[in-house]
């Protein structure tokens, strides 16, 4: 029997719902517009599309793939964050969106500075430098990351939502002092990686078998990075400048205190986008 959008969108809401997903609906619609090469906004318009079995038979075999485990955002090869889409593969992390609260507080500090620079450490597909980019017209972003896949892929959505001639991508490792011509700047933002050694070993089978680890582990209790940053990245802020990190949900005391003891300034704990105290910064005082 010919089968519309719609009936293969029905089939997958079953499917997605039966195997205990949270989000049937999204997941649902997202693959089945994406299998179907269909827009997923006029919806109203899928029951009057007709398949062929092929395309019917590709929309199973990806919703076959996302029920074993495969994170849908690698399966469409976009996800979208702070209203832009990025693209993503396994060489990045996914955007969540509890980073979008980061995002928007370094918006907001970029905002009060003239030209401000900004610099993105651990910067993965770049949506936090890149979004911060999009709303601060005139901010210039140089953004980090020791994978050379990221940082083609960051160039890429650089390119891709506009912001490509006010953001440089380089390559470096946050665990080791930065090279001598960076400049200064009065943001720097990172979500470094701050899963712990124990915590490792029971992640979910989602990231654990799909998401780079070397963009998770942290260190033996999570804050490697931290550590580094503040120690040998700090000096890179102007007088005044703030620094952003998020952490995990039982860091932020930890990752405090870590900028306390590089002498930041100022130094404050809030929540994200869903109540979990997850972002710490603080402020460079100068001498």
């Not at 160039?155 to 490509?164: K, L, P, S, T, Y």
């Not at 033996?220 to 400048?241: H, M, N, P, Q, V």
Request: glycine share 8%.
């Amino acid at each position: 029997m010919t089968k519309t959008i719609n009936d293969v969108y029905i089939a997958l809401f079953k499917r997605f719902k039966e195997a205990g997903s949270p989000s049937p609906s999204l997941e649902a619609r997202e693959l089945t517009a994406y299998a179907c090469k269909a827009d997923k906004r006029r919806t109203a318009d899928w029951g009057h599309v007709y398949l062929d079995d092929a395309t019917v038979d590709y929309a199973h075999l990806l919703c076959d793939r996302c029920i074993d485990g495969e994170p849908l955002a690698y399966i469409l090869g976009e996800w979208d964050f702070y209203g832009l889409t990025f693209k993503v593969d396994r060489s990045v992390l996914i955007p969540r969106s509890d980073t979008e609260r980061l995002a928007e507080l370094a918006i907001e500090r970029a905002k009060q500075v003239v030209n401000p620079r900004v610099l993105d450490l651990c910067c993965g597909s770049g949506c936090i430098g890149i979004a911060i980019a999009h709303e601060v017209d005139d901010a210039r972003v140089a953004a980090i990351d020791i994978s050379e896949g990221a940082l083609m892929l960051s160039r890429e959505n650089a390119r891709a939502n506009g912001v490509f001639s006010r953001y440089t991508a380089l390559r470096g490792d946050v665990r080791y002092r930065p090279q001598n011509n960076l400049g200064l700047f009065d943001v720097l933002v990172a979500n470094p990686p701050y899963v712990t050694e124990a915590e490792m070993k029971t992640l979910d089978h989602s990231v654990a078998a799909f998401e780079p680890a070397e963009a998770l582990f942290g260190g033996e209790d999570g804050l490697d990075f931290y550590r580094s940053i503040c120690s040998k990245w700090g000096s890179l802020l102007t007088a005044g400048g703030l620094i952003l990190f998020e952490c995990g949900y039982r860091q932020a005391t930890q990752v405090a205190a870590i900028l306390e003891d590089n002498r930041f300034a100022g130094i404050s704990i809030t929540e994200d986008l869903s109540g979990v105290p997850r972002i710490v910064y603080g402020y460079n005082l100068g001498e």
